[in-house]
C-alpha cells in the first residue's frame, strides 16, 4: 500500500471509532510532538489526535503532510523535525533506526528536558541491513542504544512490535483491552507513557527497564498482538 493510501485508510478507520471523551479519558491533554510521521508515526498521532492532545507531526518535508494534518482537523499541526521537538511536552520517535543517531546529534540537548520519549522505532534487518542490525544487537539492542543516541532522554519503548495499519482498529477494543509491552528506566516517564497509552485505548504491561527494550523489536515472542496477561507470562520467560 502506497504512504498516502495507508494514511486516508488509517484516517477512515480513525472516523469510525467511537468517540473517547477527549482528552478527558487521559486527564489533561499534553502537546505531543512526533518525530517520523509515516505509517506508524502518523497512525499513533492520529490516536493521539483522536484522545484530544494536541500534535504537531513533523517530516524534512512537512508540506507532504497537509493531507494528514487537514484530515485530523485543528489538534493537528504540522512542521520540521526541530519544530516538533519545541513543540512537544512528549517527543514520539518513529523512524527508521538508522536515522537515531543522527536524531540524537541534532536533538538530544532539547529531548533531554522533555519529561517523555516514547521510542517506537527499530532496528530491522530487511531495511537496515543485517550487519546493522548485529551492531545494535552486540551493544545490548534497540533501547539501551537509543539511550546512546540520546543521552539524558526520558525513554520508553512502546508500540513498537504492533502494526500500524492495526492500531486504529485495536484502540478502545470491546472487552479486554490489547497489551502495550512496554520498556523504561524513568518512573515518572513510565507513568505519563501508561497514561498516555490508556487514553488511546490500549492497556501497557511494563516488561523490564531498558535493556529489555531489546524483546520489544517484530519477530519477537512479545510481538503482535496480546492480551495484557499473556504478555506478562512471556516476558516471564525473557532474561
Ligand atoms: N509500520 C509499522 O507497522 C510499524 C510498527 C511498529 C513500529 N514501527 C517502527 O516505526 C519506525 C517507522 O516505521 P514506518 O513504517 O512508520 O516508516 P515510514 O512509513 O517509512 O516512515 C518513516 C518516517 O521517518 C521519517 N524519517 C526518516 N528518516 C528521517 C530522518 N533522518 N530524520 C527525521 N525523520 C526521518 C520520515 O519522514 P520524512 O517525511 O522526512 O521522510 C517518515 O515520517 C520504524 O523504526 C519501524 O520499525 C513500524
Redesign the pocket.
Known amino acids: 500500500m502506497t504512504?498516502r493510501a495507508f494514511l486516508v485508510t488509517v484516517l477512515l478507520a480513525l472516523v469510525a471509532l467511537p468517540h473517547v471523551g477527549g482528552a478527558q479519558a487521559t486527564g489533561s491533554p499534553l502537546k505531543i510532538g512526533m518525530?517520523?510521521?509515516?505509517?506508524?508515526?502518523?497512525a499513533l498521532g492520529a490516536l493521539f489526535v483522536k484522545a484530544g492532545h494536541p500534535v504537531k507531526f513533523?517530516?524534512?518535508?512537512p508540506e507532504?503532510?497537509k493531507g494528514l494534518v487537514t484530515g485530523l482537523g485543528p489538534l493537528a499541526q504540522a512542521g520540521t523535525?526541530e519544530e516538533a521537538i519545541a513543540f512537544g511536552d512528549v517527543v514520539v520517535i518513529?523512524?527508521?533506526?538508522t536515522?537515531m543517531e543522527?536524531?540524537g546529534k541534532a536533538h538530544s540537548d532539547a529531548l533531554a528536558k522533555k519529561v517523555l520519549v516514547i521510542d517506537?522505532?527499530?532496528p530491522?534487518a530487511r531495511?537496515d541491513g543485517e550487519d546493522f542490525v548485529k551492531t545494535v544487537g552486540a551493544q545490548g539492542g534497540a533501547g539501551l542504544v537509543t539511550a546512546k543516541f540520546l543521552p539524558g532522554a526520558r525513554i520508553v519503548r512502546a508500540?513498537?512490535?504492533?502494526?500500524?495499519?492495526r492500531l486504529a482498529e485495536l484502540a478502545h477494543r470491546a472487552g479486554e483491552p490489547v497489551g502495550v509491552p512496554i520498556a523504561g528506566d524513568d518512573p515518572k516517564a513510565i507513568a505519563l507513557a501508561e497514561s498516555l497509552i490508556r487514553g488511546i485505548g490500549f492497556e501497557p504491561v511494563l516488561v523490564g527497564g531498558l535493556a529489555m527494550g531489546r524483546h520489544l523489536v517484530?519477530g519477537t515472542p512479545l510481538a503482535g498482538e496480546h492480551t495484557p496477561a499473556e504478555i506478562r507470562r512471556i516476558a516471564g520467560s525473557l532474561n
Not at 58 to 61: E, G, Q
Not at 94 to 97: F, Q, V
Open positions: 504512504k518525530v517520523g510521521a509515516g505509517r506508524e508515526g502518523g513533523s517530516s524534512r518535508n507532504n503532510l523535525v518513529a523512524i527508521p533506526y536515522a543522527q536524531i517506537v522505532s527499530n530491522i531495511r508500540f513498537n512490535a504492533i502494526g500500524a495499519g517484530p
